[in-house]
Protein backbone atom coordinates (compact mmCIF):
# COMPACT_ATOMS: atom_id res chain seq x y z
CA UNK A 1 0.00 0.00 0.00
CA UNK A 2 1.22 3.23 -0.78
CA UNK A 3 1.19 6.34 1.26
CA UNK A 4 -1.70 7.97 -1.02
CA UNK A 5 -3.43 4.83 0.34
CA UNK A 6 -3.37 4.78 3.46
CA UNK A 7 -6.88 5.90 4.94
CA UNK A 8 -6.83 9.39 7.01
CA UNK A 9 -9.44 10.66 9.04
CA UNK A 10 -10.14 14.32 8.01
CA UNK A 11 -12.77 16.27 9.62
CA UNK A 12 -15.60 14.03 9.46
CA UNK A 13 -14.28 11.40 7.07
CA UNK A 14 -12.36 9.23 6.42
CA UNK A 15 -9.99 8.94 2.81
CA UNK A 16 -7.32 7.58 1.27
CA UNK A 17 -4.26 10.28 1.88
CA UNK A 18 -3.48 11.35 -1.43
CA UNK A 19 -7.32 12.74 -0.99
CA UNK A 20 -7.04 14.64 1.94
CA UNK A 21 -6.91 18.42 1.69
CA UNK A 22 -6.07 21.03 3.85
CA UNK A 23 -6.73 24.68 2.91
CA UNK A 24 -3.80 26.81 2.44
CA UNK A 25 -5.21 29.00 5.05
CA UNK A 26 -5.53 26.85 7.79
CA UNK A 27 -3.69 28.30 10.96
CA UNK A 28 -1.61 25.16 11.69
CA UNK A 29 -0.10 25.50 8.48
CA UNK A 30 0.10 29.22 9.01
CA UNK A 31 1.17 29.63 12.50
CA UNK A 32 1.42 25.98 13.70
CA UNK A 33 -1.69 27.00 15.40
CA UNK A 34 -2.35 23.45 16.72
CA UNK A 35 -1.70 20.96 18.94
CA UNK A 36 -1.16 17.07 18.48
CA UNK A 37 -1.20 13.58 20.43
CA UNK A 38 0.47 10.51 19.42
CA UNK A 39 -1.10 7.41 20.85
CA UNK A 40 1.04 3.90 20.78
CA UNK A 41 -1.64 1.09 19.48
CA UNK A 42 -0.37 -2.60 20.59
CA UNK A 43 -1.81 -5.21 18.54
CA UNK A 44 -4.88 -3.06 17.67
CA UNK A 45 -5.44 -1.69 21.21
CA UNK A 46 -4.62 1.66 21.81
CA UNK A 47 -2.13 2.24 24.48
CA UNK A 48 -3.24 4.14 27.86
CA UNK A 49 -5.89 6.39 25.25
CA UNK A 50 -7.42 8.10 28.16
CA UNK A 51 -4.31 9.66 29.63
CA UNK A 52 -3.73 10.62 25.69
CA UNK A 53 -6.82 12.50 25.68
CA UNK A 54 -6.52 14.20 29.38
CA UNK A 55 -3.37 15.18 27.55
CA UNK A 56 -4.97 16.52 24.50
CA UNK A 57 -7.74 18.83 26.78
CA UNK A 58 -4.47 19.91 28.81
CA UNK A 59 -3.11 21.14 25.55
CA UNK A 60 -6.02 22.51 23.85
CA UNK A 61 -7.14 24.22 27.05
CA UNK A 62 -3.09 25.73 27.04
CA UNK A 63 -4.09 26.93 23.58
CA UNK A 64 -7.91 27.92 24.37
CA UNK A 65 -9.04 26.09 21.72
CA UNK A 66 -12.20 23.91 22.51
CA UNK A 67 -12.42 20.20 21.86
CA UNK A 68 -14.26 19.83 18.84
CA UNK A 69 -15.09 16.42 20.27
CA UNK A 70 -15.54 14.57 23.91
CA UNK A 71 -13.83 11.73 24.66
CA UNK A 72 -16.45 8.70 23.56
CA UNK A 73 -15.84 10.44 20.30
CA UNK A 74 -12.34 10.60 20.05
CA UNK A 75 -12.18 7.04 21.28
CA UNK A 76 -14.83 5.65 18.32
CA UNK A 77 -12.45 7.69 16.02
CA UNK A 78 -8.91 6.04 16.89
CA UNK A 79 -10.69 2.38 16.89
CA UNK A 80 -11.88 2.52 13.34
CA UNK A 81 -9.21 4.70 11.82
CA UNK A 82 -6.83 1.76 13.65
CA UNK A 83 -9.25 -1.08 12.22
CA UNK A 84 -8.74 0.81 9.15
CA UNK A 85 -4.68 -0.03 8.91
CA UNK A 86 -3.49 -3.53 7.55
CA UNK A 87 -0.82 -3.85 10.34
CA UNK A 88 -1.21 -4.75 13.94
CA UNK A 89 1.23 -2.27 15.87
CA UNK A 90 0.74 1.29 14.97
CA UNK A 91 1.06 5.07 16.01
CA UNK A 92 -1.84 7.20 15.70
CA UNK A 93 -1.13 10.88 15.18
CA UNK A 94 -4.34 12.81 15.63
CA UNK A 95 -3.73 17.22 15.25
CA UNK A 96 -6.49 19.57 15.99
CA UNK A 97 -6.03 23.46 14.20
CA UNK A 98 -7.65 26.62 14.96
CA UNK A 99 -9.22 26.23 11.53
CA UNK A 100 -8.93 27.92 8.56
CA UNK A 101 -9.57 32.07 8.72
CA UNK A 102 -7.95 34.90 6.68
CA UNK A 103 -4.90 35.52 8.23
CA UNK A 104 -4.58 37.64 11.70
CA UNK A 105 -2.37 36.63 14.53
CA UNK A 106 -5.57 37.29 16.97
CA UNK A 107 -8.00 34.47 17.36
CA UNK A 108 -10.84 34.18 14.20
CA UNK A 109 -14.04 34.35 14.99
CA UNK A 110 -16.52 31.05 13.91
CA UNK A 111 -13.91 29.25 12.28
CA UNK A 112 -14.01 25.22 12.98
CA UNK A 113 -11.01 23.81 14.06
CA UNK A 114 -9.20 21.33 11.57
CA UNK A 115 -9.35 17.54 12.51
CA UNK A 116 -6.89 15.23 11.47
CA UNK A 117 -5.64 11.50 12.58
CA UNK A 118 -3.61 8.95 10.42
CA UNK A 119 -2.10 5.52 11.91
CA UNK A 120 1.27 4.39 10.64
CA UNK A 121 3.20 1.41 11.64
CA UNK A 122 5.12 1.75 15.07
CA UNK A 123 8.38 2.54 14.60
CA UNK A 124 9.80 1.38 17.66
CA UNK A 125 13.77 1.34 18.16
CA UNK A 126 15.67 -1.53 16.41
CA UNK A 127 16.55 -4.46 18.87
CA UNK A 128 20.27 -3.79 18.15
CA UNK A 129 19.16 -0.27 19.65
CA UNK A 130 17.67 -1.53 22.43
CA UNK A 131 20.29 -4.03 23.37
CA UNK A 132 23.45 -1.38 22.66
CA UNK A 133 22.14 1.46 23.42
CA UNK A 134 21.48 4.33 21.50
CA UNK A 135 23.50 8.00 21.15
CA UNK A 136 22.54 11.59 21.86
CA UNK A 137 24.26 14.88 21.93
CA UNK A 138 23.37 17.35 24.70
CA UNK A 139 22.18 21.32 23.96
CA UNK A 140 21.25 24.59 26.01
CA UNK A 141 16.95 24.08 26.36
CA UNK A 142 16.61 27.54 23.99
CA UNK A 143 12.63 26.70 23.30
CA UNK A 144 9.89 28.62 24.93
CA UNK A 145 8.56 28.51 28.28
CA UNK A 146 5.43 25.60 27.47
CA UNK A 147 6.59 22.49 26.69
CA UNK A 148 4.00 21.21 28.66
CA UNK A 149 1.65 22.17 25.78
CA UNK A 150 1.81 19.42 22.84
CA UNK A 151 1.71 21.76 20.32
CA UNK A 152 1.62 21.57 16.37
CA UNK A 153 4.30 24.41 16.57
CA UNK A 154 7.74 22.49 16.99
CA UNK A 155 10.50 24.52 15.58
CA UNK A 156 12.64 24.54 18.46
CA UNK A 157 12.04 20.56 18.94
CA UNK A 158 12.70 19.98 14.59
CA UNK A 159 16.19 21.93 14.95
CA UNK A 160 17.05 20.31 17.70
CA UNK A 161 16.32 17.08 16.77
CA UNK A 162 18.41 18.04 13.44
CA UNK A 163 21.23 18.65 15.40
CA UNK A 164 21.04 14.81 16.42
CA UNK A 165 20.66 13.37 12.81
CA UNK A 166 23.72 15.85 11.53
CA UNK A 167 26.05 14.24 14.46
CA UNK A 168 24.48 10.38 14.16
CA UNK A 169 22.90 10.69 17.45
CA UNK A 170 18.89 9.51 18.12
CA UNK A 171 18.07 12.32 20.13
CA UNK A 172 19.39 15.68 21.68
CA UNK A 173 19.20 16.15 25.33
CA UNK A 174 18.81 19.17 27.25
CA UNK A 175 19.47 21.68 29.98
CA UNK A 176 17.71 24.87 30.48
CA UNK A 177 20.00 27.18 32.79
CA UNK A 178 21.82 23.87 34.11
CA UNK A 179 19.00 21.88 34.87
CA UNK A 180 17.59 18.80 33.05
CA UNK A 181 14.62 19.48 30.88
CA UNK A 182 13.91 16.60 27.91
CA UNK A 183 15.14 15.66 24.60
CA UNK A 184 13.45 17.14 21.42
CA UNK A 185 10.72 14.51 21.30
CA UNK A 186 11.60 12.36 24.46
CA UNK A 187 11.05 12.27 28.01
CA UNK A 188 14.89 12.01 29.84
CA UNK A 189 15.36 9.65 33.30
CA UNK A 190 18.42 8.87 34.87
CA UNK A 191 19.65 6.27 37.45
CA UNK A 192 22.07 7.48 40.05
CA UNK A 193 23.23 4.34 42.72
CA UNK A 194 20.26 2.28 42.13
CA UNK A 195 17.78 4.87 41.90
CA UNK A 196 15.31 6.17 38.98
CA UNK A 197 15.37 10.17 39.09
CA UNK A 198 12.86 11.86 36.90
CA UNK A 199 12.35 15.75 36.35
CA UNK A 200 9.17 16.97 37.44
CA UNK A 201 6.71 17.47 35.21
CA UNK A 202 6.47 21.74 34.78
CA UNK A 203 5.96 23.90 31.97
CA UNK A 204 9.32 22.89 30.76
CA UNK A 205 8.72 19.24 29.77
CA UNK A 206 5.98 17.73 27.89
CA UNK A 207 4.53 15.57 30.71
CA UNK A 208 4.97 12.48 28.72
CA UNK A 209 2.47 9.24 29.21
CA UNK A 210 5.57 6.76 28.73
CA UNK A 211 6.93 8.78 31.51
CA UNK A 212 3.85 8.36 33.91
CA UNK A 213 3.99 4.62 32.82
CA UNK A 214 7.59 4.26 33.55
CA UNK A 215 7.69 5.65 36.86
CA UNK A 216 3.91 3.14 37.47
CA UNK A 217 5.35 0.11 36.13
CA UNK A 218 8.67 0.90 38.45
CA UNK A 219 7.10 1.78 41.52
CA UNK A 220 5.12 -1.17 41.15
CA UNK A 221 8.27 -3.22 40.27
CA UNK A 222 9.47 -2.28 43.82
CA UNK A 223 12.02 -0.29 42.11
CA UNK A 224 13.71 3.19 44.02
CA UNK A 225 12.93 6.16 42.16
CA UNK A 226 12.60 10.03 43.20
CA UNK A 227 10.69 12.70 41.20
CA UNK A 228 13.18 15.72 41.44
CA UNK A 229 15.31 18.07 39.21
CA UNK A 230 18.63 17.21 37.85
CA UNK A 231 21.66 19.09 37.67
CA UNK A 232 23.37 18.86 34.70
CA UNK A 233 26.37 17.48 36.37
CA UNK A 234 24.55 15.18 38.16
CA UNK A 235 23.11 14.12 34.85
CA UNK A 236 26.06 13.68 33.33
CA UNK A 237 27.53 12.02 35.74
CA UNK A 238 24.86 9.69 36.27
CA UNK A 239 25.26 5.61 36.07
CA UNK A 240 22.71 5.72 33.59
CA UNK A 241 20.35 7.56 31.25
CA UNK A 242 16.84 6.90 29.48
CA UNK A 243 14.77 8.13 26.97
CA UNK A 244 11.03 7.75 27.09
CA UNK A 245 8.35 8.11 24.30
CA UNK A 246 5.31 6.50 23.17
CA UNK A 247 7.89 5.60 19.67
CA UNK A 248 10.77 4.55 21.71
CA UNK A 249 9.36 3.14 24.73
CA UNK A 250 12.31 3.21 27.14
CA UNK A 251 15.46 3.24 25.12
CA UNK A 252 18.90 3.81 27.05
CA UNK A 253 21.36 6.22 25.63
CA UNK A 254 25.36 4.48 25.85
CA UNK A 255 27.25 7.48 24.27
CA UNK A 256 26.52 11.36 24.98
CA UNK A 257 28.81 13.89 22.82
CA UNK A 258 30.52 11.36 20.91
CA UNK A 259 32.02 9.58 23.96
CA UNK A 260 30.76 5.96 26.06
CA UNK A 261 28.27 7.26 28.70
CA UNK A 262 27.88 5.09 31.87
CA UNK A 263 29.49 1.46 31.52
CA UNK A 264 29.05 2.05 27.58
CA UNK A 265 26.16 -0.75 27.75
CA UNK A 266 22.41 -0.60 28.68
CA UNK A 267 22.46 -1.16 32.65
CA UNK A 268 20.76 -3.14 35.08
CA UNK A 269 18.31 -1.08 36.00
CA UNK A 270 17.17 -0.51 32.68
CA UNK A 271 16.96 -3.87 31.72
CA UNK A 272 15.18 -4.91 34.81
CA UNK A 273 12.74 -1.39 33.88
CA UNK A 274 12.36 -3.05 29.97
CA UNK A 275 11.15 -6.37 30.82
CA UNK A 276 8.54 -4.44 33.42
CA UNK A 277 7.34 -2.19 30.57
CA UNK A 278 7.01 -5.49 27.92
CA UNK A 279 5.12 -7.18 30.68
CA UNK A 280 2.68 -4.24 30.41
CA UNK A 281 1.98 -4.67 26.57
CA UNK A 282 -0.22 -7.56 24.98
CA UNK A 283 1.44 -10.70 24.74
CA UNK A 284 1.51 -10.58 20.90
CA UNK A 285 3.77 -7.01 20.78
CA UNK A 286 5.91 -8.04 23.83
CA UNK A 287 9.66 -8.15 22.87
CA UNK A 288 12.30 -10.02 24.41
N1 LIG B 1 6.96 12.76 21.04
N2 LIG B 1 8.90 15.19 25.05
C1 LIG B 1 8.68 15.61 23.79
C2 LIG B 1 9.21 16.94 23.39
C3 LIG B 1 7.98 14.80 22.90
O1 LIG B 1 7.75 15.22 21.64
C4 LIG B 1 7.52 13.51 23.31
C5 LIG B 1 6.76 12.59 22.40
C6 LIG B 1 7.77 13.11 24.63
C7 LIG B 1 7.29 11.79 25.17
O2 LIG B 1 5.89 11.78 25.35
P1 LIG B 1 5.05 10.42 25.23
O3 LIG B 1 5.66 9.47 26.19
O4 LIG B 1 3.68 10.81 25.62
O5 LIG B 1 5.16 9.94 23.82
C8 LIG B 1 8.46 13.98 25.48
C9 LIG B 1 6.09 12.08 20.13
C10 LIG B 1 6.24 10.60 20.15
C11 LIG B 1 6.24 12.70 18.74
O6 LIG B 1 6.21 13.92 18.69
O7 LIG B 1 6.34 11.97 17.75
Redesign the pocket.
Known amino acids: MSDAEQIVYLNGAFLPMGEAKVPVLDRGFIYGDGV???I?VYHRAPFRMSH?LK?LQYSLDGIRLANPMDDDAWDALVRELVARQPFDDQ?V?LQVTRGVAKRDHAFPKGARPTVFMMSNPLPLPSREQVERGVAVVTADDNRWHR?DL?TTS?LG?VLMRQRAADLDAVETVMFRDGWLT??????VLIVRGGTIVAPPKDHQ?????????TIEFAREAGMPMEIRPVRREEALSADEMWL?????EVLAITTLDGRPFGSGVPGPVFRRMYAAFQAHKPAASRRA
Not at 182 to 187: G, H, I, K, Y
Not at 205 to 213: E, N, Q, R, S, V
Not at 244 to 248: C, E, F, H, L
Open positions: YEVPHRAYCKLNEASASNILPGITYDASSSTK
